[in-house]
């Protein structure tokens, strides 16, 4: 009896199940740092891509039955007991260990590029699992809000999207540059479209704002606006607008030469070069957002001509680097000159438009200085 007694007591207590789906959930957001700087793993074996992309679609497979087995268990009553929860989050954990496994077997030599696709992935199956598993334990399993809840959930979305990766450093840029082309499109769209409106704040303003008491004082602008330059544009603004526009133009055009260059001549073996292309690209599309915000009024011409002026210099890094690349074969190619004439015309045109308020700065400046000396 009292060896009985002993042998029970020496066998752990589990905790109750959603205590245990809890830790689970903290377990997994604590593996998202490490996936964010993970660095591939050394081996002595010779890469192979076909085992690769084999073992990271079974993994997500994996991953996905498990995330559907959790949800079948936890999604009714009863729980299921202690040991068989412990054995269900065992199974979570061994999953996602194993994709993330997988990840780092990827060699840097393969592209950064790719391995950024192929970690964003891991990242958004982990995370996925990891909201799923909050949902399991927040929401009780009886409730209607627990199956809407877990019909959204990503992790299940972000499975799928791993058969859908690039499988080569060269079509990882491509669907990179890709997107950049689309993130520059929309903004040049909707810098067009605000021009059109010629009130960006149309629909924000308060009724009374609107009174028609008003409307006698007011006096239309050059593109038939009204002269309220907290609201809207001066005709010094709209002016400045055009050369913007055109800059932003210019900037979709590069990219989509570059893009070009890189699916008609870049080589999957020349991973460096294409990287240092992705690289510099990926800035193209911030630089045009922060352009694009400066242009909305109340527009100072100070901030529009910086942003310009940063928005110049990615552009004419980005045609640099795939000037000197293998993707440009011939260095002399008239599009790059093209385009390099293009930009220095916008920026040339947003200076002159900018030199009043830039020397009323520095002659504010300068006045500032005097009085101190006084």
């Given at each position: 009896?009292a060896?009985?007694?002993?042998?029970?007591?020496?066998?752990?207590?589990l905790a109750?199940?959603l205590?245990?789906?809890?830790?689970?959930?903290?377990e997994?957001?604590?593996?998202?740092?490490?996936?964010?700087v993970?660095?591939?793993?050394?081996t002595?074996?010779?890469f192979?891509?076909?085992?690769?992309?084999?073992?990271?679609?079974?993994?997500?497979?994996?991953?996905?039955?498990?995330?559907?087995t959790?949800?079948?268990?936890?999604?009714?009553v009863?729980?299921?007991?202690?040991?068989?929860t412990?054995?269900?989050?065992e199974?979570?954990?061994?999953a996602?260990?194993?994709?993330?496994?997988?990840?780092?077997?990827?060699?840097?030599?393969?592209g950064?590029?790719?391995?950024k696709?192929?970690?964003n992935?891991t990242?958004?199956?982990?995370?996925g699992?990891a909201?799923?598993?909050?949902?399991?334990?927040?929401?009780?399993?009886?409730?209607?809000?627990?199956?809407?809840?877990?019909s959204?959930?990503?992790v299940w979305?972000?499975?799928?999207?791993?058969?859908r990766i690039?499988?080569?450093?060269?079509?990882?840029?491509l669907?990179?540059?890709?997107?950049?082309?689309?993130f520059?499109?929309?903004a040049h769209e909707?810098m067009?479209?605000?021009?059109e409106?010629c009130?960006?704040?149309c629909?924000?303003l308060?009724?009374?704002?609107d009174?028609?008491d008003?409307?006698?004082?007011?006096?239309?602008d050059?593109?038939?606006c009204?002269?309220?330059?907290d609201?809207?544009?001066s005709?010094?603004?709209?002016?400045?607008?055009?050369?913007?526009?055109?800059?932003?133009r210019?900037?979709?055009?590069?990219?989509?030469k570059?893009?070009?260059?890189?699916?008609?001549?870049?080589?999957?073996?020349?991973?460096?070069?294409?990287?240092?292309i992705?690289?510099?690209?990926?800035?193209?599309?911030?630089?045009?957002?922060?352009?694009?915000?400066?242009?909305?009024?109340?527009?100072?011409?100070?901030?529009?001509?910086?942003?310009?002026?940063?928005?110049?210099?990615?552009?004419?890094?980005?045609?640099?680097?795939?000037k000197a690349?293998?993707?440009?074969?011939?260095?002399?190619d008239?599009?790059?000159?093209?385009?390099?004439n293009a930009?220095d015309?916008?920026?040339?045109?947003?200076?002159?438009?900018t030199?009043?308020?830039?020397?009323?700065?520095?002659a504010?400046?300068?006045?500032?200085?005097?009085?101190l000396?006084?």
């Open positions: 009896m060896s009985a007694a002993a042998s029970t007591a020496a066998v752990p207590t109750p199940p205590e245990q789906i809890h830790q689970l959930a903290v997994l957001r604590l593996l998202l740092p490490g996936v964010r993970g660095e591939a793993r050394e002595t074996k010779e192979n891509p076909e085992t690769f992309w084999r073992r990271l679609n079974a993994a997500a497979v994996n991953v996905s039955r498990e995330a559907t959790l949800t079948e268990v936890f999604s009714r009863p729980l299921p007991s202690p040991q068989e412990q054995r269900f989050c199974q979570v954990r061994a996602i260990t194993a994709i993330i496994a997988v990840y780092y077997s990827l060699p840097k030599d393969q950064i590029t790719l391995r696709l192929v970690r992935a990242l958004d199956i982990v995370d699992m909201q799923l598993v909050d949902v399991l334990f927040i929401t009780p399993a009886h409730s209607p809000e627990n199956s809407d809840l877990i959204y959930n990503s979305t972000a499975c799928q999207q791993v058969p690039p499988r080569d450093n060269k079509a990882a840029a669907s990179m540059l890709t997107k950049s082309v689309d520059v499109k929309d909707e067009e479209q605000a021009v409106e009130d960006p704040y629909g924000l308060n009724d009374t704002e009174n028609s008003n409307h006698g004082n007011e006096e239309d050059g593109l038939g009204p002269n309220n330059r609201l809207y544009w005709e010094e603004d709209q002016e400045l607008i055009i050369p913007c526009l055109a800059l932003v210019a900037s979709k055009a590069c990219l989509k570059i893009r070009i260059s890189v699916a008609e001549n870049g080589k999957k073996d020349q991973v460096a070069q294409l990287d240092d992705v690289d510099i690209s990926d800035e193209i599309s911030p630089s045009v957002d922060d352009l694009a915000l400066s242009i909305y009024p109340p527009m100072c011409h100070l901030t529009v001509r910086i942003n310009s002026a940063k928005l110049v210099s990615v552009l004419k890094k980005a045609l640099e680097i795939t690349s293998h993707v440009t074969p011939q260095p002399e008239s599009w790059i000159p093209l385009l390099i930009i015309h916008c920026m040339n045109r947003i200076k002159e438009l030199q009043n308020e830039l020397e009323l700065m520095f504010d400046s300068q006045l500032a200085d005097d009085s000396k006084i």
